[in-house]
């Protein structure tokens, strides 16, 4: 099993792709947030209340000690919200990837030297392992788009491209 962590937006997003168990089983993923992070979520909660129940998510709840440092590195994070601090110490902490496509999320996990993925990179190996057809990987995509998903237009499209053409 691969630990990662996955903060609010990338959570949602394979939430409402119906997603989540598919890239947790085929890519042996063991999901962490921070009870922050699971706060934040309010659609589709069902799905991420289930999520947690079944195990495909584990949310870790911050200490008050651990709350206060939080407090401490926002004030150098410039422009993130405590939530998203939060994702990318635990990740820090845990030695293990963090899924996002926020990029200044993505930016400050870059300074701190943890590694970032997005969902472009998890629809990518879930065809590459043949979890998804390439007009599955498309249809999801269009799914997480329909629900506002801020993902980089360029990368969207290179994939919606490839992905078409695979499946004519």
Same mark, same amino acid.
């Given at each position: ?9 990338? $959570?949602?997003? $394979?939430?409402?792709? #119906? /997603? ?18 699971? &706060? ?8 991420? %209340? &289930? ?12 200490? #008050?000690?651990? /709350? ?5 590195? =926002?004030?150098?994070?410039? #422009? ?6 939060? @994702?990318?110490?635990?990740? !820090?902490? %845990?030695?293990?990837? /963090?899924?996002?496509?926020?990029? =200044?999320? !993505? ?15 998890? /629809?990518?190996?879930? @065809?590459?392992?043949? &979890?998804?057809?390439? #007009? ?9 788009? =329909? ?8 990368? @969207? %499209?290179? !994939?919606?491209? !490839? ?6």
């Amino acid at each position: 099993m691969t630990i990662v962590v996955q903060d609010a937006s990338t $959570l949602i997003n $394979l939430l409402w792709s #119906g /997603l989540l168990t598919v890239a947790a089983e085929a890519l042996e993923l063991r999901i962490l947030t921070t009870d922050l992070v699971a &706060a934040e979520i309010r659609e589709p909660r069902a799905e991420f %209340e &289930a999520a947690v129940r079944n195990q495909w998510v584990e949310v870790r709840d911050l200490s #008050g000690d651990a /709350l206060l440092a939080l407090v401490e590195e =926002r004030q150098r994070a410039t #422009g993130l919200s405590i939530q998203d601090v939060s @994702v990318v110490a635990l990740a !820090r902490a %845990e030695v293990c990837p /963090l899924f996002s496509s926020d990029a =200044r999320v !993505r930016a400050y996990a870059d300074k701190c030297d943890v590694i970032v993925y997005g969902e472009l990179w998890i /629809l990518d190996r879930l @065809v590459d392992r043949g &979890a998804l057809t390439p #007009g599955e990987a498309a249809g999801k995509l269009q799914t997480m788009l =329909r629900h506002a998903a801020r993902l980089p237009r360029k990368e @969207v %499209e290179i !994939r919606m491209d !490839r992905w078409n053409t695979e499946t004519r």
